[in-house]
């Protein structure tokens, strides 16, 4: 089976990372990985693809499990060199029907098919002469082929290893399908394009569409987040009450309904950037990688992404909210939903939030009969800070977690995180649109592509090598 694009079968000796090497690569968390061995029986195609374009395909295929047999049976046919990939056509038409031979078959094919060969080996164990039978085979293939030395554990071989796999494949380089980047993934599709003279053009091209496609996803990304931060602020909740006095109970009502709300406005944007970044299994199985108990409106989120005492009255300040004996209306409201203000201890630095409301509730509606309360738009500057740094800070984790990984992972909370991403003239910059948020007023879309455009430079920074 010819393609226009490179395809590559990624082979070796079973439970030793070849399907994590797949995810990482295809950035599929589709593939199937497990630590028992012989999980893979049948090969797959993951192919990448951006704006509907095949990039290149990765196979996924079972391990190795007669590679001593087979090769026995290759070397019974005495031929030169370039006939050897005709010996191991034959192999695969003799045995295609041979349940024994099932896995050798189901790597062997694509190869014959013109795919390149990935060979992965795990460098935390000691290279032995087991290997060598399924290196010797690939190679009677004739196919172009590179070797991948992937750590599984903390030991280190990789010395041994290179040594005895540069015998056989043009190329070998360590990659961890764990903690790949961006870097890393154009590094070794740089590798691959020099395996065959045809595909250094076709994957030249890939790399600079797979390029954009990582420009696509932050500026995918940064819209969600800009549009989460604009809806939020503007948000108003409304709960209709009978008669002349207002009831505790709605109040309390209207103020959770309102907050839920925001919960829910929070989790969505959470969920749409995963799928930005093809994490649907975070989905599937209802865990997005959560906060660990760090509830939005908790002291806790507060502490770690909302601004101190000193950085909410400057900003106050610079946008006009406050002068002299004004600077305590940052600090105070009419309706204390939170409780008091809150102090906390981050990192060994007092930090004063001011977080004791989010914004007054009123009593609207005709003097008699029905009327309704109303909370929103957000007034407290604090929220946006925290939200926004919240919303960034996923991001950047999803942006940056590997495909490879499956263990659903809570973020905990980072206190330094702020200090990488916000300082004094962002935060001018970014209260101008707060404002602007919280007024009521229609957003145009100028604005919120202004905005956006400050999220997008804070994620590309973050993301930076």
């Not at 962002?426 to 919280?438: D, G, N, P």
Request: glycine share 6%; no cysteine; aromatic share 10%.
């Amino acid at each position: 089976m010819r393609t226009k694009y490179p395809r590559f079968a990624v082979v070796g000796h079973p439970n030793k990372g070849k399907s994590s090497i797949v995810s990482a690569l295809a950035l599929d968390d589709t593939v199937h990985i497990s630590d028992v061995p012989g999980t893979t029986t049948k090969q797959r195609a993951f192919p990448l693809k951006v704006d509907g374009k095949v990039l290149y395909e990765l196979l996924d295929t079972p391990g190795f499990q007669r590679a001593r047999q087979v090769l026995a049976w290759l070397e019974k046919h005495e031929v030169s060199a370039d006939k050897r990939y005709e010996v191991v056509v034959a192999f695969i038409n003799v045995h295609k029907d041979d349940a024994k031979f099932n896995d050798e078959i189901e790597l062997l094919t694509p190869i014959m098919e013109g795919a390149g060969i990935i060979y992965v080996v795990d460098g935390s164990k000691p290279y032995g002469e087991e290997y060598e039978a399924e290196m010797e085979i690939l190679r009677w293939t004739g196919q172009p082929s590179m070797a991948l030395i992937n750590h599984i554990d903390e030991q280190d071989y990789s010395e041994e290893w290179k040594r005895a796999l540069g015998q056989y494949f043009k190329m070998v380089r360590t990659f961890n399908p764990m903690q790949t980047d961006k870097a890393q993934h154009i590094s070794i599709l740089e590798s691959m394009a020099q395996l065959k003279e045809e595909w250094i053009a076709p994957v030249k091209q890939s790399i600079k569409l797979f390029e954009r496609y990582q420009e696509q996803r932050v500026e995918k990304s940064a819209s969600s987040i800009a549009k989460l931060i604009a809806d939020s602020l503007s948000f108003i909740e409304k709960l209709s009450f009978e008669g002349k006095e207002v009831d505790e109970e709605d109040m309390k009502k209207v103020e959770e309904n309102y907050k839920e709300e925001l919960r829910q406005l929070e989790t969505k944007t959470q969920k749409h950037i995963e799928q930005i970044w093809n994490h649907e299994h975070l989905q599937k199985e209802q865990a997005q990688l959560p906060f660990d108990g760090l509830d939005l409106f908790s002291e806790e989120s507060a502490s770690v992404f909302g601004l101190t005492r000193k950085e909410l009255i400057i900003t106050g300040a610079t946008s006009g909210a406050v002068t002299g004996a004004g600077i305590d209306l940052l600090f105070a409201g009419h309706t204390l939903l939170l409780g008091g203000a809150i102090g906390a201890l981050v990192g060994g630095t007092g930090a004063y939030f001011g977080f004791n409301e989010l914004s007054e509730v009123k009593v609207l509606g005709q003097k008699l009969g029905k009327r309704y309360l109303q909370i929103g738009p957000m007034s407290n500057r604090n929220f946006p800070y925290i939200l926004l740094g919240r919303a960034i800070y996923h991001a950047y984790h999803i942006a940056t977690r590997s495909h490879a990984l499956r263990d659903v992972e809570e973020l905990t909370m980072d206190s330094s995180f702020k200090d990488k991403w916000l300082d004094e003239s962002l935060r001018k910059s970014l209260e101008k649109y707060h404002k602007i948020f919280r007024s009521g007023d229609e957003v145009s879309m100028e604005t919120l592509t202004e905005y956006e455009s400050l999220v997008k430079g804070v994620l590309e920074k973050l993301l930076s090598p």
